[in-house]
């Protein structure tokens, strides 16, 4: 009946539910909720071997910035890490620390450490990119 208009929103984010399902349904594979930006970060993450291991609108959200300064970010990532592994380790972050605040290890050299462990959260020993944006 009239009572049950639906907003031009609602209904195109159902009809594109429904293709993305039907789609994935084709494919033999599970839908997911992925949006094209992070579609677009995972790809330009992965051409860099970075993984890239959140929902892009929950870290804008987050960190109150759009896709393209994760992108930014992507890239200074990809800078930092001079062995290409994706991952920032120990002597690239002190090489990193070295060249931005030369003074710093001089001083106070446990510093530098405490940093590296303050970043990575995970305690895995490196610095994902992930780390790196939070």
Known sequence: GPDSVVSPSVAAQAFADKVRHEMALRLGKETTEHTYEDAL??????????????????????????????????????????????????????????????????????????????FDTDGSGFIEYREFVQ
């Open 41 to 118: 970060l995972y790809r330009k993450a992965a051409q860099s071997k970075v993984n890239q291991d959140f929902e892009v609108a929950e870290m804008c959200k987050l960190l109150e910035v759009d896709v393209e300064q994760l992108i930014q970010w992507l890239k200074v990532f990809r800078r930092v890490d001079n062995n290409g592994t994706g991952l920032l380790e120990r002597h690239e972050f002190r090489q990193i620390i070295a060249k931005s605040f030369p003074f710093l290890e001089q001083r106070v050299p446990w510093s530098v450490e405490h940093m590296f462990d303050f």
